[in-house]
């Protein structure tokens, strides 16, 4: 069973910079509303631009060579969603209409 926790928005940097460090190249997928976008690409990186330099949170999967982005504008929430055994299964994030 998983847990939900919610990351505060001063903490935001920090945390997805910790999770980057935590798992870099590890197999990943990118789903949107329900819907996946990409999946078993190896995560590279998340980074959040914040409110004066642009309000948006870019994920990278792939390679150096081969890589594909995906930017969520306007975040509002972050969430980890933690497995028993402390790993993450999931990384949660709404933007500014509700959608994740």
């Given amino acids: ?16 910079q910790l999770f980057t460090s935590g798992n870099r190249g590890r197999k990943s997928a990118i789903a ?3 819907m996946t976008i990409v999946e078993d690409h190896e995560f590279r990186d998340i980074e959040y631009d914040p ?14 060579d081969n890589f594909i982005t995906h930017t969520i504008n306007a975040p509002v929430e972050i ?6 055994n402390g790993e993450v299964s999931t990384l949660e994030i709404f933007d500014q209409n509700g959608e994740t």
């Fill in 1 to 16: 069973m998983s847990t939900k926790k919610q990351i505060l928005f001063d903490d935001w940097q920090e945390r997805l």
């Fill in 32 to 34: 949107a509303n329900d």
């Fill in 51 to 64: 409110i004066g330099k642009g309000n948006d949170l870019i994920i990278t999967l792939g390679t150096m």
């Fill in 79 to 84: 969430f980890f969603h933690q497995e028993e």
